[in-house]
């Protein structure tokens, strides 16, 4: 894979604290019933990479980058999205 | 140099627009002033509101530039397409001012093509001369849906 | 002999999926509803090589579970129905998260064509997608397309033929590891039990669903034998987790594969992203999506104002017309009063809602309508609403029959159901008239622009305030989630947008128009009898009426007069300024003064009349079109209760508070 020169960090946050212009990798979805189809479906899936790129004008919701095309969230679902910063998963 | 061109084309335009869009605002307030007919200002406040965030788009853009911040050119672009759209949407309705006039006028109603000119509609003019220069580079990213 | 076929094309939303049916079928389809439900179905024909091929385009969903109405009518249509053929729209310049939907349409066992849509876009950056390959590690057909040229059509329809008359299928099917496949096997051996649920089902597509703990499919077997077993296995293990262990293993599988058939040109930036930092800006965002919305409004009232004009005066004409030809009278009152009026009221509207229609399919083609959305949401959620209930409220200022329609870009049902419930106490431009007279005659020049303004607002905070009641009891729970694709922006092509405006122009003319048709023949008749008496007057029903149900209105202060007026202005509410001339025996002109001469009627009463005329039922069209949208007569009715009653109380309130405030100076 592409180098990094990220420092290694391996602690567990969620989307919703991952600052613009990151990227970060899904290692877990907290959601459950129809919202949690629903992130799976759009490739939150574990292991993916996102990028952060830029919130609304009011800081709520967020557009990120995952599989190649971009997804809007609130931050209460981002909420929901463990991830680890980084490149790397 | 292009972007040195963009930055001007920005500045200059933006001012135009953001001086019309508060004259518009104040008519509003205080009434028609003697003297600026040849601006063809409506006192519409709404008018004034879109005229001033063409401007604000287009200074931005001329700032980035000046700044070299990047992404300056994308804020002038956008602008010029902002102000090519309002000026359409106030030449659509230039003409279903002049339809309705001359269909179904009344005697003395009194509509004039003069009162529907606006700011929003002869900037428009100098919005196009950008998009004859720089639309094309712009929209090239885009494709049909 | 021409052969018969049936197609449904499937796919993921913003992929040109509907560019793609209109090149395919053309002119040639028609619009209609799911039953049960307000999701839209569009039905098409073509002629092909011999082959008479129908076209059903599915809602566009990004996954085949039960999230949402629109997935789970698309995957019933092909178990229920199982067209001979299934074609996905795959937009070739995202090609993941479409194929992610392949996954699961190849496991409803229906024949899939693929169509590779965009290709022109994907190849213009730079992207090379090797077909064949792609074809033979899917197992299926794959079709190079480009919607917006019509390209590809003809052998993607080769492609559909072939496949249809291709049997037996072979089914590809995703491997989701062993410890799942265990699962698998173990729920597939105890519905083969079910011989009914075998004829009818792929049984691998259940037992995948059931291990997902989808609720729907679980329902379908609860009446066969196989119902006890299956909750045994599945009460012992945790389906959370196998759902995101096999949405995994879709997207791992597919990432096998894709670096083998398709080479990426990746750039860091595309015009797409670059105008989302202007348009989504934290200080221009906002007022850019104003500005656009004052031009929308703009070409939508003002531009649509002499086609307004043309029809009004076209059907005065013909109701005059008609009146003074056609014996008896009346026969003559009927057809020009009833009917041509009625037929007047549904028609006015359409200007406005034909522009309306395009602009919306051009803000949602462009993808702008996303951004539109992502930068309101946040306020709107304050108030309980989504982000895109924004558009419709702002162009309730103008209409609230083309507002109401422009409620279907909103995903969720509650969500919707909300946004059409509060629309009607936006002030529409036709409540303008009434305020302009009684404002006009009791408040002075002066004061008047302000009492105008109070009334604007008041309608605001009515709709606040009801969204936010609404929310607490009818309507609970959280708005919907957000989670949308901010799909990529491109130039829209007039046939899709003009197609789109004529699908809802159509739709309002048959659907609302028969109830508002209606609604006009039921208060023509209450005007007009019994036989001989003047139209509208104090002997007609109408006039009864306003006598009975005066008790109700006195604690407001309006008499049976304006109580006549109310009836009428259900009709549309500028409609109590004409008949308040009749019943004052005026005519308009001269009504203020009448108005103001009139011992019943003080400053105070006039106010709370106008609050009533703002808050009281939405007019017949409204309500045509909150039918139609809601499909429910419950909705329909609760509109019109809340309305009155909402209506009652407010000028009750506004009335005597006015009276308290005016007797005390």
Redesign the interface.
């Known amino acids: 894979m592409e180098s990094s020169d990220s420092t290694e960090r391996t602690e567990i946050t969620t989307l919703d604290r991952i600052g613009p212009k990151c990227r970060c990798h899904v290692v877990g979805v907290r959601a459950s019933g129809a919202l949690r189809k629903r992130v799976l479906a759009m490739g939150m899936v574990p292991g993916v990479e996102v990028e952060t790129l830029q919130s609304a004008p009011l800081g709520d919701p967020t557009e990120y980058r995952v599989k190649g095309y971009c997804l809007s969230l609130r931050r209460a679902e981002a909420r929901l999205i463990e991830v680890v910063q980084g490149d790397e998963p | 140099m292009q972007d040195m061109t963009k930055l001007l084309f920005g500045a200059v335009l933006g001012a135009l627009y953001v001086v019309l869009g508060i004259f518009q605002i104040l008519w509003t307030v205080i009434g028609p002033q003697p003297g600026f007919d040849a601006l063809f200002l409506t006192g519409d406040p709404f008018n004034g509101f879109v005229l001033l965030v063409i401007g604000a788009v287009f200074v931005t853009g001329a700032w980035k530039l000046f700044r070299d911040i990047g992404e300056g050119a994308v804020f002038i672009y956008i602008g010029i397409l902002l102000s090519i759209l309002f000026g359409m949407v106030e030449f659509f309705a230039l003409c279903a001012g002049a339809i309705e006039t001359i269909f179904f006028g009344e005697e003395g109603s009194g509509w004039a093509i003069t009162d529907s000119i606006n700011p929003l509609l002869y900037l428009a003019a100098i919005g196009a001369v950008g998009f004859f220069a720089w639309g094309r580079e712009f929209l090239r990213g885009l494709r049909a849906a | 002999m021409t052969k018969q076929i049936r197609i449904a094309l499937a796919g993921n939303p913003n992929v ?1 999926k509907t ?1 793609l049916f209109n090149a395919i079928t053309g002119a040639r389809q028609h619009v209609g509803n799911w039953p049960g439900v307000t999701v839209e179905k569009k039905t098409g024909r073509v002629s092909h090589n011999g082959y008479e091929i129908e076209v059903v385009d599915l809602p566009g969903t ?2 085949l ?4 109405a629109d997935e789970v009518v698309a995957r019933d249509f092909i178990l229920e129905e199982k067209p001979d053929v299934v074609v996905q729209v795959v937009d070739a310049t ?1 090609m ?2 479409n194929l ?1 939907l392949t996954t699961q349409l190849s496991e409803l066992r229906s024949p899939v064509v693929i169509a590779l849509n ?1 290709a ?2 994907a190849e ?1 950056r730079g992207d090379a997608i090797d077909r064949d390959r792609l074809s033979a590690f899917l197992e299926m057909p794959v079709v190079r397309t480009v919607g ?2 019509k390209d590809g059509i003809s052998s993607l329809l080769d492609a559909v033929i072939e496949e249809a008359e291709t049997s037996p299928h072979h089914e590809h099917t995703i491997g989701y590891g062993d410890d799942a496949e265990r699962m698998i096997a173990s729920l597939v051996g105890v519905l083969e039990t079910d011989q009914s649920l075998a004829a009818r089902y792929p049984l691998r597509w259940l037992a995948v669903k059931l291990l ?1 703990g989808d609720e729907d499919v679980l329902a379908r077997i609860q009446e066969g034998p196989a119902a006890g077993r299956v909750q045994n296995i599945l009460s012992s293990i945790d389906t ?1 987790g196998y ?2 262990t096999m ?2 293993k879709r ?1 791992e599988a597919i990432a096998a594969i894709l670096p083998q058939v398709r080479t990426v040109n990746t750039r860091s930036m ?19 999506f ?3 919305m ?2 929308a409004f ?2 939508t009232f ?5 086609f307004v ?2 029809i009004d ?1 076209a059907i005065a004409w013909l109701a005059e017309a008609v009146a003074g030809s056609i014996e008896p009278a009346w026969l003559a009152s009927l057809l020009g009063d009833g009917i041509i009026g009625g037929v007047g009221a549904v028609l006015v509207f359409i200007p406005n809602i034909f522009i309306l229609f395009l602009i919306l399919s051009i803000l949602e ?2 993808g702008y309508l ?1 951004r539109a959305a ?2 309101m ?3 709107m ?1 304050a108030l309980g609403l989504p982000g895109k209930s924004f558009i419709p409220m702002l162009i309730g200022f103008g209409c609230n029959v083309p507002a109401i329609m422009a409620t279907r870009t909103i995903e969720g049902e509650k969500d919707r159901l909300l946004t059409i419930l509060i629309n009607p106490f936006i002030s529409c431009s036709a409540r303008l008239p009434v305020y302009v007279l009684f404002a006009g005659a009791f408040f002075g020049q002066q004061a008047a622009g302000g009492v105008v303004f109070f009334l604007y607002v008041l309608g605001i905070v009515v709709a606040i305030a009801s969204a936010k009641l609404f929310r607490s009891t009818i309507l609970p729970g959280e708005s919907s ?13 007039a046939l ?1 947008s003009l197609i789109h405006m004529w699908d809802k122009g159509s739709m309002y003319i048959r659907k609302a128009g028969t109830i508002i048709l209606f609604g006009a023949v039921v208060v023509w008749v209450l005007a007009s009898f019994p036989y001989g008496v003047e139209y509208g007057s104090a002997e007609s029903l109408a006039g009864s009426l306003g006598h009975l149900i005066e008790p109700l209105v006195a604690p407001l202060g309006f008499d049976w007069k304006v109580s006549v007026a109310l009836i009428f202005g259900f009709l549309a509410k500028e409609i109590v300024v004409g008949s308040l001339g009749v019943l004052y025996g005026t005519g308009e002109e001269s009504l203020s003064s009448a108005l103001l001469a009139d011992p019943n009627l003080s400053a105070a009463t006039a106010l709370a009349l106008m609050v009533f005329v703002l808050i009281y039922t939405p007019c017949l069209a409204t309500l045509g079109v909150i039918k139609k949208e809601t499909g429910s007569w419950k909705w329909t009715g609760f509109s019109v209760a809340y309305g009155l009653i909402a209506a009652w109380i407010l000028a009750f309130i506004v009335g005597h508070l006015a009276g308290i405030f005016s007797g005390g100076m």
Request: charged share 25%; net charge negative; glycine share 4%.
């Open positions: 040109g560019t990004y996954s579970t039960a999230y949402s995202n993941e998260r992610y965009m022109d876009m213009a917006t040229r997902e959370d759902e995101a949405a995994d997207y595309n015009s797409s992203d670059i105008i989302d930092r202007v348009v989504t800006d934290r200080y221009l965002g906002i007022p850019i104003l500005a656009l004052w031009g703009e070409l003002t531009v649509a104002s002499p004009t043309a005066t083609d462009t996303a992502f930068v949401d946040r306020p959620h989630p957000f989670i949308m694709e901010m799909p990529p922006y491109r130039i829209p092509t899709t």
